[in-house]
């Protein structure tokens, strides 16, 4: 079973069950995806409806982050129960010496050398990575990698 009818069922099975809050998650990534399927003209692939996932996983961690600053604890609440569900579909990310290792790697690959080189860099690990590592966490990585360079 494809990712996508996953998402379908259990939105289908928490309607029946009425939780609300998993299933308004789960037909706003729907709706999300079928946006994207929109926007490129075609079906998506299981790493594209991953991807679609992800983005959604970092909108609510953004939420959250301003939440907490807007002291309203009801809607962290909120968003932290839709981010319990949608992690439940996204394969576990890389830890940092998997990522360190990929990340010298490329440095090697491109003879990178000096801060100045993070931008190349970057797009290489993440088209690499494919979406299997947090970005800050690989920016972090590159920029530590490239100052001692």
Known sequence: ??????????????????EGITVDILKL???????????????????????????????????IEQYIKMGREDLVNREKAQLE????????????????????????DTKASGIQSIGLVMGSVMKELNGKADGNTVK???GRLLQSK
């Open 140 to 142: 972090d990585i590159v």
């Open 85 to 108: 569900v949608i992690e439940k579909y996204l394969p576990s990310l890389m830890n940092e010496e998997e990522i360190t290792k990929i990340v010298t790697k490329v440095i090697a």
């Open 29 to 63: 990534v729907i709706a999300d995806i079928r946006n994207e399927e929109v926007l490129v003209g075609k079906e998506l692939t299981e790493d594209d409806v991953l991807k679609v996932v992800r983005k959604q996983e970092k909108k609510i961690k953004d939420s």
């Open 1 to 18: 079973m494809s990712l996508l009818e996953n998402i379908r069922k259990d939105m289908l099975d928490a309607s029946k069950r009425r």
